[in-house]
């Protein structure tokens, strides 16, 4: 499950969902007998579910705001757009639950290069390069649109070595595109 979520409407769903059972319980009431631990089961299992929901956000929240802080500390200690690029990536690793590789790739004519890696940065070749249309991050080049690919390592456009021999199970890639123009992929 995805950790992007809005409080609100995750609260709004789980008192829907109490309504609809405990009007689901009125209307068989005659037929169904009703135990009074039943409905206090449900309702907290119902406040426990929003007692999570409540959590969670507080605590993506929290990861989101330490993120902005590190990103705006990574642009001041940097000392080039490489570098740069590297820290932004260290720091989506570190506020991003369940991902744990990073890559960005900088188009230069018809080829993407990779320019700044975090995770399984020590097995990728910086300066690698792959064409526009070849392979998962030259397809999202070309097609302008993001992709994701589940048992990647399997899959025929995850052409990277290191993606195989990890057996990365899943990718996700989107295009960086400046005034309509694909300048990278990330």
């Known amino acids: 499950s995805s950790d992007l979520f809005d409080i609100t409407?995750?609260?709004?769903?789980?008192?829907?969902?109490?309504?609809?059972?405990?009007s689901a319980w009125e209307y068989h009431a005659g037929v169904y007998p009703i135990a009074m631990g039943d409905l206090r089961a449900l309702n907290l299992a119902i406040d426990r579910a929003i007692a999570v929901s409540a959590s969670r956000?507080?605590?993506v929240h929290a990861r989101t705001l330490a993120g902005i802080d590190r990103i705006s500390t990574a642009s001041f200690e940097s000392s080039d757009l490489e570098d740069l690029m590297r820290r932004l990536?260290?720091?989506f690793l570190?506020?991003?639950?369940g991902v744990d590789t990073a890559a960005i790739l900088l188009?230069?004519?018809d080829r993407l290069y990779v320019r700044a890696t975090a995770?399984?940065?020590?097995?990728?070749?910086?300066g690698e390069s792959i064409a526009f249309g070849e392979g998962f991050a030259g397809t999202i080049a070309a097609q302008r649109?993001?992709?994701?690919?589940r048992n990647a390592y399997q899959d025929p456009?995850?052409?990277?070595?290191v993606i195989r021999s990890n057996k990365v199970l899943a990718l996700y890639g989107v295009p960086l595109i400046q005034d309509s123009r694909v300048i990278g992929v990330a």
């Open 94 to 97: 570190e506020t991003t639950p």
């Open 89 to 91: 990536l260290v720091v």
């Open 57 to 59: 956000y507080t605590q």
């Open 9 to 22: 409407t995750s609260v709004r769903e789980l008192s829907l969902l109490r309504d609809a059972a405990l």
């Open 157 to 161: 456009l995850a052409t990277n070595a």
């Open 119 to 126: 995770g399984l940065e020590a097995q990728l070749d910086r």
């Open 145 to 149: 649109a993001p992709m994701q690919l």
């Open 107 to 109: 188009a230069d004519g």
